[in-house]
């Protein structure tokens, strides 16, 4: 039996409230208090993993070093803890009905008629147990997806009663986050939704231990007082959230108001001090008062939702803070990118980022862009699609191979310089098939990648099918563009760079994923650089 304590975070009244923010800022003070803690997420919905949804549904399709496809509050907990999540961090419905359903096939259930409960709540409830059972965490925090009242929360909020219930309130506690709405024309705050959401957890059997509410204003004393009596709670476990210039504030924000110590206090948990936020809060004082500004376009498919590059524009902050400077990002759309207007669109700024992506929907765009930052010695960073966007670019209009595409968009493309990978070729199923998660790469010495890393051997996320064809790479090569990252065991080319170019990197890979407040990512950093040193010419 390890024992690891359960912080149960809930969220009512509307979605959206960030409880991602809340749980990862809760867990960074509790890890700078010394305990060692981790952060998982439960999804309602019934697909297995955010693999397969679009974009314009969920944000961005985070990867763990494991290559689990999962929800974007995953990369929120590693940029605030500074460590991996795995396979076990994100859980969703699909998921848990996929192990019962397997193990009722294989007759598990010995003839027994398998229902919501127990059947789901059980595996709701192991699933939420094997973190604490690696016996690596004091503190394992569960945000539960959704919004209290939704049908498809019902199992989940159910699984956290019954382990309330078995677990006694020293080891298992619900941090419930409303919305405390103000009425401009009555002037006042409103707590009615919170009571009322309050409300509909107790009717599940769950009683609040802490309520977060989040708000525009100042929550007054009495407010306090009058949510704490009407949802049963002490006035003291009653914690303002009150809108922050930066998510980076947040940690600070609870610590002001003491949710960690009520955390603890619960948790019958002693610390031995303050957190120690030092580091954190160096960062801070960076990111606010930057000495410079750079802009960066970022050209992507998927603008009009900015959450579906959440991680690239939070590497951009922390690579921005480490560098002093204010990252502006310009969002470019590469389906409006074409001849006549990429010089008007692209002009001035100081970098230009080519996002990562799926299908042919503004392809050509892409390619333009990639040709502006080239021609016009702007600091150019390709990831993944980017990446392959740079190749087919170069493959074009330098080794003039007009017909250069990757397989993905043209199947039958005279000059495949992008290929669909030997091991995908007999993939037929869309979920959870691509080339996944953490591999080798090894830098070759004295080009850019290698000495932003500095170091020869890394290991970085990828997600994808296509690759950088071999049998181009000698032609490439000769011209100018170099493979200056490969895979020591595959060959599989991970980084291309042009030396002759201020900065042009294209990385198969995903360096976005693991920039964090504590380590922003080399590459990043040395990208906002380079755009650094451009804004002076
Ligand atoms: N669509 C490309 C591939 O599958 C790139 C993927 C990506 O940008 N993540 O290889």
Redesign the pocket.
């Given at each position: 039996m390890s024992n690891t304590k359960y912080v149960f975070v809930t969220g009512g009244v509307t979605s959206s409230l960030g409880k991602g923010i809340i749980a990862a800022s809760l867990a960074k003070l509790l890890q700078q208090r010394g305990f060692s803690v981790t952060i998982q997420k439960l999804d309602p919905y019934i697909n297995i993993d955010p693999g397969t949804l679009n974009p314009y549904e969920h944000g961005e399709c985070y990867v763990t070093d494991d290559g689990a496809e999962t929800d974007l509050d995953l990369g929120h907990y590693e940029r605030f803890l500074n460590i991996p999540t795995s396979q076990s961090n994100n859980v969703t419905t699909g998921k848990i009905y996929q192990s019962v359903i397997n193990k009722e096939r294989k007759g598990e259930f010995l003839g027994k008629t398998v229902q919501v409960i127990p059947h789901i709540t059980d595996e709701i409830k192991r699933r939420i147990q094997i973190l604490g059972e690696t016996g690596d965490y004091d503190i394992v925090i569960t945000e539960i997806g959704g919004t209290v009242g939704d049908i498809e929360s019902l199992p989940y909020v159910e699984s956290v009663r019954q382990m309330l219930w078995e677990k006694g309130s020293e080891n298992a506690i619900v941090i419930h986050l409303t919305l405390v709405p103000y009425l401009a024309a009555a002037g006042e705050l409103k707590t009615k939704p919170t009571q009322h959401s309050v409300k509909m957890l107790m009717q599940s059997g769950v009683s609040p231990d802490i309520l977060v509410c989040r708000t525009e204003h100042e929550i007054s004393d009495e407010i306090k007082r009058k949510l704490a009596l009407f949802c049963n709670v002490k006035k003291e476990d009653v914690i303002q959230s009150i809108d922050a210039e930066t998510i980076y504030d947040v940690p600070n924000l609870m610590l002001e108001q003491g949710l960690d110590s009520v955390v603890l206090k619960k948790l019958k948990l002693c610390s031995k001090g303050e957190p120690e936020l030092k580091v954190w809060n160096n960062f801070l004082q960076k990111h606010k008062n930057p000495k410079h500004e750079v802009e960066i376009a970022l050209i992507g498919k998927y603008i009009e939702l900015q959450d579906s590059y959440k991680s690239i524009t939070e590497a951009f902050i922390h690579a921005g803070s480490s560098n002093e400077t204010k990252v502006k990002v310009r969002w470019v759309h590469s389906e409006n990118l074409n001849t006549d207007n990429v010089e008007a669109q692209l002009k001035d700024v100081n970098g230009i980022l080519v996002?990562?992506?799926?299908?042919d929907r503004g392809i050509d765009g892409k390619i333009k862009s990639v040709q502006y930052a080239r021609e016009n010695n702007i600091p150019f960073f390709g990831?993944?699609?980017?990446?392959?966007m740079a190749v087919i670019e170069y493959a074009k209009n330098v080794l003039d191979l007009k017909d250069a595409f990757?397989t993905?968009m043209k199947k039958d493309c005279k000059n495949p310089v992008?290929n669909?990978?030997e091991s995908q070729k007999d993939v037929t199923e869309k979920g959870g098939t691509?080339?996944l998660g953490a591999w080798d790469c090894e830098l070759t010495e004295n080009y850019k990648a290698y000495k932003a890393y500095k170091s020869k051997n890394i290991s970085e996320r990828?997600?994808?099918?296509?690759?950088f064809n071999n049998k181009y790479l000698q032609q490439i090569e000769l011209k100018g563009m170099k493979a200056t990252g490969i895979n020591p065991k595959t060959g599989l080319v991970e980084v291309v760079e042009i030396p002759a170019h201020p900065w042009f990197v294209g990385v198969?890979y995903?360096p976005e994923y693991k920039s964090t407040v504590l380590n922003p990512h080399p590459l990043f950093v040395d990208f906002i650089k380079a755009a650094l040193e451009q804004s002076k010419n």
């Open positions: 996002a990562p992506g799926f299908g990831i993944c699609l980017g990446m392959q990757s993905e992008i669909l990978m691509m080339r990828h997600r994808h099918r296509y690759e198969q995903h």
